[in-house]
């Protein structure tokens, strides 16, 4: 397994079991925060167990926090995803404190409080672009003051921090970036668009216009596009692709429990869309190995910052979110056409409905057609690995 | 070998200030470099040096300055012969 915290994988799991898939069809349906699931993460101090064990955390690796993903994708998609991205925020803050005494209590008081972590990198005027912001950071002495119009910040409403890229000054071009920790007091936001959605309904990720004043020390001492280059991408392509994994593992249980089902109705012979489950499980397993070869490449050179910068690494990543994103909506669309009509109404046990509509937010997150449009550029001087 | 370095970041490094203004060691990221225009760069300067950038130079650093750039590519020709 990725994860070797089984204790901590074990009570994301039972979480996922009791708490957050009971009450993923409410979630999806009222489009409403996974409130219960995110209470129930915050008493298992499971928001700090990336925090090391020095400043009171578990000390887990991104592996562990793979492995959790995975375990809550199966249960409720929403609920999986605040999680990875409250992770990604973690990862972020935990990674690069360097000598930063603010840093250092931030993760002490994120243990304590259990902090939930929110992420405002897209902008209004900049599209999809995370590398590039046209808000700045306004210092006036050790005090800053920071405006920014997010196009979206996922449960912005319910987090208890956000941590937000913006230019390094105004003078600074759209590309010198640096990422600023707010503190739940230190700002306000204004609901600028609503979140009605085909699928991932609970991730509220309406837009908000974001007035937060604060301190010097709030900004991460590292600029935003090393940050984003070691850890924010590698963390989310990583954790998200976990996740999709999770939601396509329960959509693939409920098509092996729906073949099984038929099969003993008719004892001896072979149900028709029992072909399709071993094509399905074939797909699932592909998706997974490349799920785990990524995580142990990141893992190995996660201290590495130059071999993190290789053009190699950020193709491998792209190709992990995009194939992922990808064939998670094929191995559930399948699963539909395995379980017919009891997969396509909204109440019975075989149910993928959901499954399918949350899966499609996955090629648009960081849309697939952009994403591919990067990897080319980079092809054109980036050579095949030719080694096994 | 720096003046067509220079020459050849104006013309396709898009920065957001002019690249007379820099010192060699200057952060080209900090000073706008994206990612998709360092890949234009690397083409450009392959052709104007006559030169391949392998793998184990394809990451940031190797392209971060005049200077990082400037010793890449004599790198590149040394190896060359």
New interface residues.
């Given amino acids: 397994m990725l994860g070797r915290r089984l204790d901590l994988i074990e009570k994301a799991r039972a979480i996922g079991q009791s708490v957050a898939g009971p009450n993923a069809g409410a979630v999806d349906k009222d489009g409403r925060f996974p409130a219960e699931s995110i209470a129930a993460l915050k008493d298992a101090k499971l928001l700090s167990a990336f925090v090391p064990t020095k400043y009171g955390g578990e000390g887990c690796s991104v592996g562990d926090l793979l492995s959790i993903c995975h375990a809550l994708g199966q249960h409720c998609s929403a609920s999986a995803m605040v999680f990875a991205m409250h992770q990604i925020q973690v990862a972020c803050a935990v990674r690069h404190a360097g000598s930063s005494a603010y840093f250092a209590d931030y993760q002490r008081e994120l243990v304590k409080q259990q902090w939930l972590l929110a992420s405002a990198t897209s902008e209004a005027g900049i599209g999809g672009d995370a590398?590039?912001s046209s808000c700045a950071v306004e210092q006036s002495g050790q005090s800053l003051a920071l405006t920014k119009n997010a196009t979206t910040i996922s449960y912005g409403a319910h987090a208890d921090g956000i941590l937000a890229t913006a230019r390094r000054n105004p003078d600074?071009?759209?590309?010198?970036q640096v990422l600023v920790a707010l503190h739940k007091k230190d700002y306000a936001l204004e609901r600028t668009s609503n979140w009605d959605t085909l699928g991932m309904r609970g991730t509220c990720s309406n837009g908000f216009l974001l007035k937060a004043k604060g301190t010097m020390d709030q900004v991460l001492p590292l600029?935003y596009?090393d940050i984003s280059?070691h850890t924010m991408l590698p963390v989310s392509h990583l954790t998200w692709a976990a996740l999709w994994l999770g939601i396509a593992t329960d959509a693939v249980s409920r098509a092996r429990s729906f073949i099984r089902t038929e099969a003993r109705k008719k004892p001896g012979s072979v149900p028709a869309g029992a072909v399709r489950l071993a094509e399905v499980v074939n797909m699932l397993q592909l998706m997974k190995a490349n799920v785990v070869a990524c995580a142990e490449h990141y893992q190995a050179i996660a201290d590495q910052p130059?071999?993190l910068?290789?053009?190699?690494v950020?193709i491998e990543l792209n190709n992990l979110k995009a194939g992922t994103s990808q064939m998670a909506l094929q191995v559930v669309h399948h699963a539909m056409l395995i379980c017919g009509i009891h997969g396509y109404k909204n109440d019975t046990k075989f149910s993928v409905g959901r499954h399918l509509r949350d899966l499609h937010s996955t090629v648009l997150m960081v849309n697939n057609d952009r994403l591919f449009g990067?990897t080319a550029?980079?092809l054109?001087?980036?050579?095949e690995d030719t080694t096994l | 070998m720096t003046e067509d370095i220079r020459a050849i970041i104006k013309e396709h490094g898009r920065?957001?200030?002019d690249v007379k203004t820099l010192k060699d060691d200057a952060d080209l990221?900090?000073?706008?470099?994206?990612?998709?225009a360092s890949?234009n760069l690397?083409?450009a300067l392959?052709s104007k040096f006559d030169v391949e950038?392998?793998?184990r130079m394809?990451?940031?650093?190797s392209f971060e300055s005049v200077a990082a750039i400037h010793a890449a590519i004599a790198e590149l020709l040394k190896e060359k012969g």
């Fill in positions: 590398r590039s600074a071009p759209a590309s010198d600029p596009g280059a130059e071999a910068t290789a053009i190699g950020a990067i550029s980079l054109l001087v980036h050579k | 920065l957001a200030v990221y900090a000073a706008g470099l994206t990612s998709h890949v690397m083409l392959e950038f392998p793998e394809l990451k940031r650093k």
